[in-house]
């Protein structure tokens, strides 16, 4: 028996074998659950997992995370659960449907964007979720301390966590993953049938061409799953991305200069936009926010600062010896603690915050 903290994992494949190797580099002691004993025996000999585990007699961990298709998550996350597992939080990439069947306060719904080409255990690594961001979706009954600690041990394998409402989350994936991924697998079928007829077409193939569509290298098995799941707001994003492309298709049609050049760099500035650092200390600062010690608080304000657009860089929740009473502390970018404290005192929150600047 070992003194570590201990992991559940069920299913490991890419992700989970991913959270395997980046929990045993915190010295988390893992054990992985999986229905092909094949996979577990190779988990096990990569260094991925550290025992092998059985749905029948799952431990009483402090730890248990679900990277299953989508559809056996709630089942699963459900049985941990019951097991006595102190916290649990999935990877799967739709959360409306699994934040919805489970309302087990040590659930936090989660979604780490981020993957690779390769498949399976080959495709793992310990780095995977590095600088990478990890949606976390808590409820009004998500319990504050379970939450902090999921929240933590994302942080601890190099990801950046976010708390998103899951039915937002839902919204937000569609447009920025899983239409990409559907336009970039359409694109890719369009280059190919023609290919059929115009050899050199692929071999032509550079760049631009290869960067929009890597993702349609993915493993497509899971995609079904997904489409079923998210499809109403893929189809409104997929409404929007046909009706753009039509506006596109119309100005270059007109031969349309001026306005062809104006949507280009439109799309450039945003893309120049997209964040990519993380600030130094310098330019951070410390947010205390006092709240009653009960279930929810952390959860939004976590979501609030998402809407406001506010990155968290740290979490801490001070729990009073007297009273129903408790501090919440952040850490945020100096530049938007005055965005932040504006809309926690429009909810009635009284923050202070003070730079860390030394």
């Not at 799967?92 to 989660?110: H, L, Y």
């Not at 489409?227 to 492309?245: F, G, K, M, T």
């Amino acid at each position: 028996m070992t003194d570590a903290r201990q992991a559940v994992i069920v299913g490991v494949g890419l992700i989970g074998g991913s959270v395997g190797l980046a929990l045993r580099a915190e010295g988390w002691h893992v054990v992985g659950v999986d229905l092909d004993a094949g996979r577990l025996a190779d988990a096990v000999d990569r260094g991925v997992i550290d025992e092998i585990g059985s749905l029948d007699t799952l431990p009483a961990a402090d730890l248990g995370v679900v990277a299953t298709p989508a559809d056996s998550v709630a089942e699963l996350a459900q049985r941990l659960l019951d097991a006595g597992v102190a916290a649990v939080t999935d990877v799967g990439s739709v959360k409306a449907a699994i934040a919805g069947a489970i309302e087990d306060p040590r659930f936090v719904a989660g979604h780490p964007m981020a993957g690779s080409e390769q498949d399976g255990l080959d495709g793992a690594a310990a780095h995977l979720f590095s600088g990478a961001m990890w949606v976390l979706c808590p409820t009004s009954t998500t319990d504050d301390t379970v939450f902090a600690t999921i929240r933590d041990v994302v942080k601890s394998m190099g990801a950046n966590p976010i708390a998103i409402p899951a039915d937002r989350h839902d919204q937000l994936v569609a447009v920025i993953s899983h239409v990409p991924h559907l336009t970039a697998a359409t694109l890719m079928r369009l280059a190919d049938g023609r290919a059929t007829e115009e050899r050199a077409l692929l071999r032509l193939a550079a760049g631009g061409f290869r960067d929009m569509t890597r993702i349609a290298a993915g493993h497509p098995a899971i995609w079904p799953d997904i489409c079923v799941q998210n499809a109403d707001p893929i189809v409104d994003a997929l409404d929007e991305l046909i009706s753009e492309l039509s506006a596109i298709r119309n100005v270059v049609s007109e031969r349309d200069r001026a306005a062809l050049l104006e949507r280009l760099e439109s799309a450039r500035v945003a893309r120049r936009n997209l964040p990519t650092t993380i600030p130094s200390t310098e330019a951070m600062s410390e947010m205390r926010i006092p709240v009653l010690d009960r279930k929810g608080e952390v959860a939004a304000i976590a979501t609030l600062a998402a809407d406001l657009d506010v990155n968290i860089y740290d979490l801490e929740i001070a729990h009073s010896a007297e009273g129903p009473r408790g501090v919440i502390v952040l850490v945020v970018e100096t530049a938007m603690t005055e965005r932040l404290q504006g809309g926690l005192m429009a909810l009635g929150y009284r923050p202070s915050s003070r730079s860390l600047e030394a």
